[in-house]
C-alpha cells in the first residue's frame, strides 16, 4: 500500500517509479464470494443455421465458423442467390444453403460463407499476416487448402486451392511454426506429414510428405491416434502425442530426438477416445521451461463398446508432464467429474477451462450420453488436490462435434453439438445444436470490476526481445506483484482440439504510476520465435488474477 500513500503526495503528473521484483513470485487473487464466483452462461444466439463444428478467432474479433457439407441443407440460405454444385458431394449436388459463417463478436452478428468442397473433420492455422488457412476435409476436400483473409466489411470469404496437399488429411493435425510454415500431420490411415506452403523443389507427391512411423504404432483397432496433440517447444521440436505415447520431433531433420514415458493408466487419449490437450503457459521468467497438459480420453475398446450401444465411463484424470526435464514423468490429478470430448481453452489468466463433452462413450455417431454440462477451471499454480473449480452448468449439452475459443474481452465462445450423420432435429435424445453460447469465468463477474486493468495504450507491433510500455488503468491497484504481461494465441478449435494456442508470460521490468489509477508496465518480447512464433496475438494486462480486456498485437 506504500503507493497508494506516496501517490497522495506527489503531484499527479509525476512519474512514480517501482521497483519490480522478481515476475516468478505467484500472484494473488481477488474473486470475490458472491455467486460469481462460478461463472455465467448467456444464450448469443439460438440459431445461426450451421452447426459449430470448427472455429478460429480472427484478429478483427471475427469467429470464423464451419461445420461439413455432407450434413444435408442447413438453417442459412447463401445470400445473393449463390448456390454451391459439386457433383462429388455425396449428399447434396446442388446447395443453396451455407456450411459455414462469420461471426461479429461486437456486433453479435453473422453472415453465410461460401464453401465448396467438404471440411468435414479437417484442421486449420493462422499465418503470421493473419490469414486462416483450412486444410483437408472428407471425400472432394481431403487434400484441397482453404484461406480466408480478414476483412471489416462484407468482402471476405474463402478461397479453395483443389489439390494442394499431397497427402489426404482427414482428422490431421495442424501446428504454425518459427519460420512461418505450417506443420500438418496425421489423418486417417495417414502416417506421415507435410507443410504449407510445400516447398518449390520436388516433382512427385511423396516428394513432399515426410514418412512418421509414430503414428502407424499408435494406430490400435480402435484407431485412436486421429488428430494427434502437437505443440511447438521452446527447443523448436514438436511435442506430438498419439493415443497413449508421445515424442519429440526435430521435423527438420526428420527425426524423433525422444522419446517420452507412456502416458498412466492406458486409456487413449485422441480421437475417437478423444481427450484434450494444452501446453501450459510459457513463463520467460522461467526460461527454457515447458510442460504439457492432457485430460480425459477414455478407456481401451471404449469405441467399439460404444459403437454396440455400450457407453462405458470415460477417464477422469488429467496428466501434466514437464517436457523439459531431463528425466520427465507424467503426473496424474482427477477431475470432479469423468469427461471424454472436453475442450481445453488457456484464459488469460493462464488457468485452464475444460468445456464440453460427455461423461460416458467416446466420439463418433450416437456413441455417447451423460453430457457434461458442467465446465471446470484448472488453476496450474494451485495447491495440489485442489487446483480444480467446478463451474455453473449450460442448459445445453454439448457432445460431438462441438468447440469452445476464447474471445478478446476474455468470454468463451461456445457452440456445436450433433452427434449423428445428417441435421436431426426431432426424435433424438439430443439434438443437432446450432446456437451460439457464452461463458464468462468468474474473473468477469461485475464484484471484481474495480480490480479490472483496462488497457490504455500499448505497442501494436512487438519485436523479439525488445522491451515495450502497456498504460493500464484500475481502481484498486494491488501493488506490482499482482500485474502481470501475458500474450495468447487464439486456437483452432474442432474435435477436443486447440490447435496452435499458447500463453506466453513476458518478463516485465519495471511498473511505474503516471497519475491516479493510472500505472505504465515495462514488458519485453518473447525471447524466440519457437517460444512465439511470428503472428497476432492477444496481450492481456492481469492484475490481481484478473484480466484486461485483450488487445491484439502483431509480433515480428
Known amino acids: 500500500m506504500l503507493l497508494t500513500n506516496m501517490a497522495t503526495f506527489f503531484p499527479l503528473a509525476l512519474l512514480l517509479f517501482l521497483h519490480h521484483p522478481s515476475p516468478a513470485t505467484p500472484q494473488t487473487s481477488s474473486f470475490s464470494s458472491s455467486s460469481g464466483r462460478q461463472g455465467e452462461w448467456r444464450l448469443l444466439h439460438a440459431s445461426i443455421g450451421i452447426s459449430a463444428m470448427h472455429m478460429q478467432l480472427l484478429r478483427n474479433n471475427k469467429v470464423v465458423i464451419f461445420d461439413r457439407t455432407d450434413f444435408g441443407p442447413s438453417k442459412l440460405t447463401l445470400s445473393g442467390g449463390h448456390c454451391r454444385h459439386d457433383p462429388a458431394d455425396t449428399v447434396l449436388q446442388n446447395d443453396c444453403t451455407a456450411h459455414s459463417v462469420l461471426y461479429d463478436v461486437g456486433q453479435n ?4 460463407l461460401m464453401i465448396q468442397t467438404d471440411t468435414w473433420c479437417s484442421s486449420g492455422s493462422v499465418l503470421s499476416d493473419g490469414t486462416l488457412v483450412q486444410t483437408g476435409g472428407y471425400n472432394d476436400g481431403d487434400r484441397v487448402v482453404r484461406t480466408l483473409e480478414p476483412c471489416d466489411d462484407n468482402s471476405c470469404d474463402w478461397t479453395e486451392h483443389p489439390g494442394y496437399l499431397s497427402a489426404r488429411r482427414w482428422y490431421a493435425t495442424n501446428q504454425i511454426l518459427p519460420d512461418g510454415r505450417i506443420f500438418i500431420v496425421g489423418g486417417r490411415r495417414q502416417f506421415d506429414y507435410e507443410f504449407y506452403p510445400r516447398s518449390s523443389g520436388g516433382s512427385s507427391t511423396s516428394s513432399h510428405t515426410f514418412w512418421l512411423n509414430f503414428l502407424r504404432e499408435t494406430r490400435d483397432n480402435d484407431e485412436n491416434n486421429l488428430y494427434p496433440f502437437v505443440h511447438l517447444l521452446p527447443d523448436g521440436n514438436l511435442f506430438i502425442f498419439a493415443n497413449t505415447r508421445a515424442i519429440s520431433l526435430d521435423y527438420k531433420r526428420n527425426r524423433v530426438v525422444k ?24 513463463d520467460e521468467n522461467r526460461p527454457n521451461e515447458a510442460e504439457v497438459m492432457i485430460c480425459g480420453g477414455a478407456p481401451p475398446g471404449a469405441y467399439s463398446k460404444a459403437t454396440h450401444g455400450s457407453f462405458v465411463r470415460a477417464s477422469s484424470t488429467c496428466e501434466r508432464l514437464k517436457v523439459t526435464d531431463k528425466n520427465p514423468r507424467w503426473a496424474m490429478e482427477s477431475m470432479p467429474m469423468a469427461r471424454v470430448m472436453g475442450d481445453m481453452v488457456i484464459l488469460p489468466t493462464g488457468d485452464v477451462i475444460i468445456i464440453n463433452g460427455a461423461g460416458a462413450g467416446t466420439a463418433g455417431w450416437e456413441n455417447a450420453g451423460k453430457p457434461v454440462t458442467r465446465p471446470v477451471i484448472y488453476h ?8 480444480f473449480s467446478v463451474m455453473s452448468p449450460s442448459s445445453r449439452p454439448r457432445l460431438y462435434h462441438s468447440t469452445a475459443v476464447l474471445l478478446a474481452d476474455g468470454r468463451i465462445l461456445v457452440g456445436g453439438s450433433n452427434p449423428h450423420v445428417f441435421y436431426n432435429f426431432t426424435g ?18 461485475a464484484e471484481n470490476q474495480q480490480l479490472r486493468p483496462k488497457i490504455e495504450n500499448a505497442n501494436e507491433v512487438l519485436g523479439y526481445k525488445k522491451s515495450f510500455s502497456v498504460s493500464f488503468t484500475v481502481s484498486s491497484f494491488l501493488g506490482p506483484n499482482s500485474v502481470s504481461v501475458r500474450i495468447v494465441a487464439p486456437s483452432f478449435a474442432t474435435h477436443s482440439q486447440g490447435m496452435n494456442q499458447r500463453m ?21 518480447g518473447p525471447s524466440a520465435r519457437e517460444v512465439a512464433p511470428p503472428g497476432w496475438y492477444l496481450l492481456f494486462v492481469v492484475h490481481a488474477g484478473i484480466p484486461s480486456s485483450g488487445m491484439w498485437v502483431k509480433i515480428q
Open 504 to 524: 506466453v508470460v513476458l518478463k516485465t521490468r519495471d511498473l511505474r504510476q503516471a497519475a491516479a489509477g493510472a500505472y505504465r508496465v515495462t514488458a519485453v
Open 109 to 112: 452478428t453473422f453472415r453465410p
Open 428 to 445: 433424438v435424445q439430443y439434438p443437432t445444436d446450432l446456437s451460439l453460447e457464452a461463458f464468462s469465468p468468474p474473473y468477469l463477474a
Open 259 to 282: 522419446e517420452f514415458p507412456s502416458i498412466p493408466g492406458g486409456d487413449p487419449r485422441n480421437y475417437p477416445s478423444s481427450g484434450s490437450s494444452v501446453m501450459l503457459p510459457i
Open 380 to 387: 496450474p499454480q494451485g495447491t495440489e488436490g485442489s487446483r
